[in-house]
């Protein structure tokens, strides 16, 4: 886990299911619907956007407020 200097988590790192209960519910109902076979391991605070590995090494970009923006390459 990694935090801002407010105490709020910027990033969480993973092998395993990271607990659905960090992850924006928006974020959340986007991978359970589209990639209901996989579970996020990794999700990470940036700038303006927020960023998803899922367990199947894919990289998914939202905006800032849960918006899916497109699969990182």
């Known amino acids: 886990l990694d935090f801002n200097r407010h105490g709020s988590?910027?990033?969480i790192e993973g092998v395993e299911k990271i607990p659905d209960t960090v992850i924006p519910q928006l974020i959340?109902?986007?991978v359970q619907t589209n990639y209901?076979?996989?579970f996020i391991r990794g999700w990470e605070v940036e700038d303006a956007t927020q960023d998803v590995k899922?367990?199947?090494d894919i990289d998914l970009e939202f905006d800032e407020n849960g918006n899916?923006?497109?699969i990182n390459g």
């Open 36 to 38: 209901a076979s996989e």
């Open 9 to 11: 988590i910027m990033k």
């Open 28 to 30: 959340l109902d986007y």
């Open 68 to 70: 899916f923006l497109r």
């Open 54 to 56: 899922l367990s199947n």
